[in-house]
């Protein structure tokens, strides 16, 4: 409970205990000779998600890879494919002109991928965001439309179903909808792919459905707003042509247990090679992952990991520890807010992180010092020194708790970029992050942590 930094959450003893099992047999799953048993895990794991999210799992298919950077690389190569047919086979010609989009607040794996790809950085079109941070959808509107007449091809659109840093949501039912829009403006032979990236945002699906009203958890109001909320925008993961999801991250396993989802098992015969091209391998069995995978050596770990916690807990297991995780970051939110030198920047976000700014004065006017900050130029050196400021806040706390003596957080050195500036450093407005995803949190953390900031700013004052 005391570790609250960039999304690591504890192993479950059963997760631990599956990945254990793996180990002793050995099994490669990249093709059912090699794995039996393990195989079928794989298969049922990827039909449960997909019954989760809202896929058809009869219809659905996916695998399991390696971290939310393999999932992006899946779903972009298949969008690739559709874009560019045959791809796989003859490359791209360098005249073909492709882009992908993604919002300013996506992860960085999106600009790693279209460099392995061989589409290049440069292909990557940051749509900006909103105070909610998610996705300008007239703005990405206006930049797919300038694409297409400008006859490039849109090779995806990733949606972040809950951003690395404030846990922003995109709006992925408007994106799907101004998709199937540009096809028939354009009369595109092809449909640009859109992704969901929801590596964190996923385990919300579990409250598809949830009784809110009857709220059988008993979870307090403040609560139940939140989770409605979140799940509002996670129970449209059905209509992306592909899902990104990581256990490691909000399923509770160790890491790596990644899996890509497609809501068409067509997608991924995109990607697949022929038998005969491979003299060795696939001469019997029924499941053949190694024609389709990047990779040739696919451990059975993440599998057995995610199934083990899928049966352990269940749908109303991770509805109980999610359910706490966000009670406990709003009430680390009301402990800041209370205090007249702390600011809260992601208010408007609901998942368990938590942004905030620190302030040498005794008082600030939270909404004025904010808007100071973000837009107006004069306050350039005001700003610089409040990211000093807060930077050695983090420092003072970083020290601490490696003596332990306090709580470990996060450090963000641009949550957001103000208004104004030319790309220096000081357009940049860093944060303070708490990322509460320990089971064991209780208000006595909450208190430790706020405690804790505060000697930082009178130790630094």
Known sequence: PKMQQNVISPASIASIIGELLVILYNPNLAWDK???KFAEAEVETVAILSKLIGYNPIKSSGVSTFGGTG??????KVGLEKAIPNAMKYGIRHEEQLVIFASNCSH???DNVAGWLGLGTDSIVKIPTNIHNEMNIQVLREKAREALSEEKKIVGIICTMGTTDAFGVDNLEAVVSLRDELVKEFQLNYKPHIHADAVIGWIWSVFNKYPWEENPHTFNRRTIHSLAT?????CNLGLADSVGIDFHKTGFTPCVSSFVLFKEQEDLKLLTRKKEDIDYLFDSGEYHPGLFTLETSRSGAPVLAALANLKLFGKKGFQRIIGHL???TELLRDHLGGHPCTTV????????VTLFRVYPQERVDHDRIMELEFTNPGYREQLQRHNQ???AIYEYLDKEAMEGKGVSISWTSCYR???????EQEEKVPALKSYILSPFTNQECIEELVNKVLEARNHIT
């Open 71 to 76: 999932t992006v690389l899946y779903a972009m």
């Open 34 to 36: 090699y794995s039996h």
């Open 230 to 234: 979140t799940e509002q925008r996670m």
């Open 326 to 328: 966000v009670e406990m």
């Open 108 to 110: 960085y794996c999106h």
């Open 345 to 352: 920047l992601n208010d408007h976000n609901f998942g368990t």
């Open 389 to 391: 400021y807060n930077r």
């Open 417 to 423: 970029h103000t208004a104004y500036g030319n790309g």
